[in-house]
T-cell receptor, first 113, second 115 residues
Framework: RKEVEQDPGPFNVPEGATVAFNCTYSNSASQSFFWYRQDCRKEPKLLMS???SGNEDGRFTAQLNRASQYISLLIRDSKLSDSATYLC??????????????FGAGTRLAVHP | NAGVTQTPKFQVLKTGQSMTLQCAQD?????MSWYRQDPGMGLRLIHY???????DQGEVPNGYNVSRSTTEDFPLRLLSAAPSQTSVYFC??????????????FGEGSWLTVV
């Protein structure tokens, strides 16, 4: 089993739709979680961190479910510009540095008019 | 604001050739690293450094060398290119301390094809 698993998609949704991605992780001791966005042929960029209580940033909501070992990303009112690959990133150890980050393979989102 | 700069952006190599991917950052970050990204797989760590003169292996170090003579630069050397090293390579840097809004910043990527 991969340490971080994501549905590769693509998720094809119309503008204005709400879409949600899940990401499962295997190490129950994992402490820190992030969502990165990667545009086609570009570098990954941090979208948002995921906090235990869940957090929102505009149209984006991230949630953590420790019992079931998954994190989710909800995008409301999808825009064409949201089309990208969304990477789930997990830090599996409490004291680990950035060298311990584990990246999921990503979920591709395509928003169409 | 240059951030993390990688060169070259595209390169085609013949099997057995050697080359160096350059990476420089102007944010005075202690931590620098190299990843490769292959289809259907997450980014995998090749080598990393926590400061000048200090390097360590990541998940997939075989076939690659690195050095960190300055805080700013972290070149990745392919010693004898193989088709299995065809990939997209990303250099990344960050402050050592996590939290407080610190994050990891990536360069724009280098597309390498080995024929």
């Amino acid at each position: 089993r991969k340490e971080v698993e994501q549905d590769p998609g693509p998720f094809n949704v119309p503008e204005g739709a709400t879409v949600a991605f899940n990401c499962t992780y295997s190490n129950s001791a994992s402490q820190s979680f992030f969502w990165y966005r990667q545009d086609c042929r570009k570098e990954p960029k941090l979208l948002m961190s995921v906090y235990s209580s869940g957090n929102e940033d505009g149209r984006f909501t991230a949630q953590l479910n420790r019992a079931s070992q998954y994190i989710s990303l909800l995008i409301r009112d999808s825009k064409l510009s949201d089309s990208a690959t969304y990477l789930c990133v997990v830090l599996p150890t409490p004291s680990g540095g950035y060298n311990k980050l584990i990246f999921g393979a990503g979920t591709r989102l395509a928003v169409h008019p | 604001n240059a951030g993390v700069t990688q060169t070259p952006k595209f390169q085609v190599l013949k099997t057995g050739q050697s080359m160096t991917l350059q990476c420089a950052q102007d944010m005075n970050h202690e931590y620098m690293s190299w990843y490769r990204q292959d289809p259907g797989m997450g980014l995998r760590l090749i080598h990393y450094s926590v400061g000048a003169g200090i390097t360590d292996q990541g998940e997939v170090p075989n076939g690659y060398n690195v050095s960190r003579s300055t805080t700013e630069d972290f070149p990745l050397r392919l010693l004898s290119a193989a088709p299995s090293q065809t990939s997209v390579y990303f250099c990344a840097s960050s402050r050592l301390a996590r939290g407080n809004g610190n994050t990891i910043y990536f360069g724009e990527g280098s597309w390498l094809t080995v024929v």
